[in-house]
């Protein structure tokens, strides 16, 4: 979800229980009013960062303090940016549309009140200064500065900024995001532990951890599944993927071209570390036939696996019928009834797109149990809750291809002619 990547990078759910494991039973320490706030926290971090990451701060980062009330506002007008309002709005109806979440849904509250939250910290690339809020633990500062220090050194080698904001390819800026946070999360675990440290107990731990505290986050754990894998999918997979970085003997962080491309490459290491990278197809769809649009986006192999896994609560099957992922692409349609979506997957092989074709079915018979799916000409088709669906496939440039359409009962379903579609 694109308006969550270009939000200030602050302190998750992942971020708030790795503080709580690493720092059991550490001494608090005093803070120093001396050269600003949380002085001895920095002076404290930086030499531990240019060691682990094998690079030097050009210059030292600006810390300033916030209140809660301050980094509400600040939210508030990052929301209120044009392009992230465009955002919010197409991605509230692909949840809608993909039954993820209710129809009266309103993502814009649900992230304010998320951030609002979890934020103990954050760095902005647009003003180069890291803000700490007030009240915090200063056991949960001393991490969650470092972790933003790292973000502030990464700004001084490479645009975040940019990165994050790559126009219409969600799935990129999710891979650059995993690269970005998970090296700032690794960093604080191994100036701590040791270069060669990872989590006690893996991050499949900290999953574990953050389903038992979800009392101490109210908000996170009332939002939607693929709300919380995706916040939570940067910090945990991003660490793990930076960790294989490190395996390979590299040092810092993969740049330009070797920055990865998809959820896919930060998932899978021989995606990215096999012979040959797997790089994902581009999609470009034609015009709507009955219907206009004004936005288009990808959802990646993560997102589709955790939309699957929403709906039919099994892991292995969301988890295999994802797997073969090549590339996607998604369109908001606007009808004279009201919204819908189409969105067209590509898969590396025929068995593979069966799968995924098949797991789409169980999907149906999840959502609308009472409702029989038929097959006709134009694939599986289903009408319910005054909405048309149908899922249909075929070969486009040598790929095999799985399109879903969702658009207001009555409107046309032929909405994308297959025949025009592109892949390269």
């Not at 309002?85 to 109806?93: E, F, G, K, P, V």
């Not at 809608?96 to 509250?109: A, C, M, Q």
């Not at 056991?139 to 080698?157: G, I, K, R, S, T």
Request: hydrophobic share 40%; with cysteine; glycine share 8%.
């Amino acid at each position: 979800m694109a308006v969550m990547r270009r939000v200030a990078r602050g302190a998750s759910g992942a971020l708030v229980v790795l503080v709580a494991m690493l720092t059991m039973g550490c001494p608090s320490r005093d803070k120093v009013a001396a050269q600003g706030p949380y002085a001895r926290d920095v002076a404290d971090a930086i030499p531990k960062i240019e060691k682990v990451t094998g690079l030097k701060f050009k210059k030292q980062p600006v810390l300033q303090r916030r209140t809660r009330e301050q980094v509400h506002d600040f939210l508030v007008k990052q929301f209120e940016d044009e392009r992230s309002q465009a955002d919010l709005n197409a991605q509230q109806i692909l949840l809608r549309r993909l039954g993820l979440v209710p129809e009266n849904f309103d993502l814009r509250s649900l992230m304010l009140d998320l951030y609002t939250e979890q934020i103990v910290g954050f760095y902005d690339p647009a003003t180069k200064v890291l803000y700490v809020v007030d009240g915090a633990k200063p056991q949960e500062v001393a991490f969650v500065v470092e972790h933003e220090l790292v973000h502030a050194l990464q700004d001084q080698y490479t645009n975040i900024d940019s990165l994050l904001h790559i126009k219409g390819d969600d799935d990129r800026v999710l891979a650059a995001q995993s690269v970005m946070e998970g090296q700032a999360t690794l960093v604080p675990i191994q100036s701590m532990l040791g270069p060669a440290a990872g989590l006690p107990g893996g991050w499949e731990k900290v999953r574990e951890l953050i389903r038992e505290n979800q009392g101490s986050m109210p908000k996170f754990a009332a939002a939607p599944e693929i709300l919380q894998e995706t916040l939570l999918f940067p910090y945990l997979s991003g660490a793990e993927f930076m960790r294989r970085y490190q395996a390979q003997g590299h040092s810092g962080m993969p740049l330009g071209r070797d920055m990865p491309a998809s959820s896919t490459q930060i998932m899978h290491a021989d995606a990215y570390f096999g012979a040959h990278r797997e790089q994902p197809l581009a999609i470009t769809l034609p015009a709507p036939q009955g219907a206009t649009t004004d936005y288009q986006n990808d959802m990646g192999e993560f997102e589709t696996r955790v939309f699957l896994f929403q709906h039919l609560k099994d892991q292995n099957t969301s988890i295999l019928s994802a797997d073969g992922w090549a590339g996607d692409r998604y369109m908001i349609l606007h009808t004279p009834h009201g919204d819908g979506i189409a969105w067209v997957t590509a898969w590396r092989s025929a068995v593979d797109a069966g799968e995924f074709r098949t797991a789409m079915q169980k999907v149906f018979a999840a959502r609308f149990p009472k409702v029989q799916a038929t097959e006709g000409p134009q694939g599986t088709h289903l009408v319910a809750q005054k909405r048309s669906m149908v899922l249909s496939g075929g070969d486009v440039d040598g790929h095999t291809v799985v399109m879903y359409v969702d658009v207001p009962e009555g409107e046309r379903t032929d909405v994308i002619d297959l025949s025009r579609i592109q892949i390269r």
